[in-house]
């Protein structure tokens, strides 16, 4: 079974700065995906950026970027220029490649991101 | 385009209790997907509906059930309340075509079990 381990419960950073966010998983797979959602106090879950493990490249959304190691099975967050609308719980997940199967999300404990002003 | 919707968005049972939670996906979405989530167990996949039919099932009891109807709309119920059934539960929903898709949460219902 797929495990995705969040190993910092809670962060903090200035407004302006840039943080980064780890997540390791575990699988056997070669063809997955990955993504990291937020979920600030209104607990709506809102999808933050998105990566297939078969793309080298690593995605990029406006100030959100990730480290996509695949070998290292290291999937990283980094926020620039953070806000403090970025205050919120980041939850890193995991999906089996589709292609007919089933579409489970495996999700990491979360960590707690506080942006300060 | 409208987003997910669930309702109701809070409930109030108690124990022995049964309920019953809607989701409506976005238009155009034909998976639904139920996730439970706790403080103390996080977030847990309950079950993935595709065109009426249950896709996979997560480790929960058979008090947890689910479908979906022909316009891609899905209930959930949950039987013989215990009070950790308590949880905020969440809805996504997805086009599910060939690749994987992104899945897309509704705003959830938080149920208490008194």
């Known amino acids: 079974a797929q495990t995705v381990t969040q190993s910092q419960p809670e962060m903090s950073v200035q407004e302006a700065e840039t943080v980064t966010l780890s997540c390791t998983y575990d699988t056997s797979e070669n063809n997955y995906y990955l993504f990291w959602y937020k979920q600030p106090p209104s607990r709506q879950m809102i999808l933050v950026i998105r990566?297939?493990?078969?793309?080298?490249q690593n995605a990029t959304e406006n100030r959100f970027s990730v480290n996509f190691q695949k070998a290292a099975k290291s999937f990283s967050l980094k926020i620039s220029d953070s806000q403090l609308g970025d205050t919120a719980m980041y939850f890193c997940?995991?999906?089996?490649?589709?292609?007919?199967?089933?579409?489970?999300?495996?999700f990491g404990k979360g960590t707690k991101l506080t942006v300060n002003p | 385009k409208a987003g997910v919707t669930q309702t109701p968005r809070y409930l109030i049972k108690t124990r022995g209790q049964q309920v019953t939670l809607s989701c409506s996906p976005i238009?155009?979405?034909?998976?639904v997907s139920w996730y439970q989530q706790t403080p103390g167990q996080g977030l847990q996949f309950l079950f993935e509906?595709?065109?009426?039919?249950?896709?996979n099932k997560g480790n929960f009891p058979g008090r947890f059930s689910g479908r979906q109807f022909s316009n891609s709309r899905s209930e959930m119920n949950v039987s013989t309340l215990e009070l950790g059934d308590s949880a905020l539960y969440l809805c996504?929903?997805?086009?599910?075509?060939?690749?994987?898709?992104?899945?897309?949460f509704g705003p959830g219902t938080r149920l208490l079990v008194l």
């Open positions: 997940a995991f999906m089996s490649s589709g292609q007919g199967g089933s579409e489970k999300l495996v």
């Open positions: 509906y595709f065109s009426e039919t249950q896709r």
């Open positions: 238009s155009g979405h034909r998976s």
């Open positions: 996504a929903s997805s086009k599910r075509g060939t690749e994987a898709e992104t899945q897309y």
């Open positions: 990566q297939e493990a078969y793309k080298q």
